[in-house]
């Protein structure tokens, strides 16, 4: 059987698990960090009213941000238009009953930012981003140069877990092991240094982590979808 290791907690990955084993793949969970929500207060000088655009680059950012707003008896209005990073990200605000206004051609904060400016957002309007506590692109300098309102609200954070060396030691040379997140390449490189597996990244963003980190060989998900792995294994 073929093992593959995938940077998430086993009760995330417990239904792959099922339908990876009829096809000869056991999921190993490596779970690497944990998120926790940050219980931000609101700005002072932002009226939910006048949000223009309310971004999102992760489902963990909807989670968090939406149940914030829920505890301050926040609204999102009918008028302010929303950005997601990519698909799975859209699907769960649409789980919210939240329209999706934007979705970019590449699923990177970069790209989000850079081409919602570019094509979307005018100037003097007022952007929103629910994001982490650490980012890996920030806007701040892009939102300046074009005369917007920016207003970036931290509604969560990541922390390195613990990962024991025998979970660790269930896969070796001919298995693979995927990474869903910049934090948990960083979590591994901090415990481990570089994993004597094949390498797959979930995208983009994860890729440039694991480069940084000096790791190589690295296949990238064209899709971030973790069903899809059977065909990267």
Known sequence: MV????????NELSSLAKSMAS????IIPWPLISTHAKQFEWPHDLNPEAIDWLVFSSRNGVRFFLDR????NISIQEKTRIAAVGKKTALAL???SLRVNFVPETNTGEALFNQLVTTQVAEGETVVWARAAKVIFDPSLLMSKNAINYFPIVCYETTPVPLESKIVN???EKDSALFTSPSAVESFQQQYGQPGVKLIAIGRTTEAAMKRAGWSDI???KEPDLNMIAEYV
């Open 3 to 10: 093992r593959v290791a995938i940077t998430r907690g086993e």
């Open 23 to 26: 096809d000869g793949i056991e």
């Open 69 to 72: 707003l829920n505890e301050l």
């Open 94 to 96: 649409e789980d919210h």
């Open 170 to 172: 269930e896969v070796c």
């Open 219 to 221: 296949t990238v998900m």
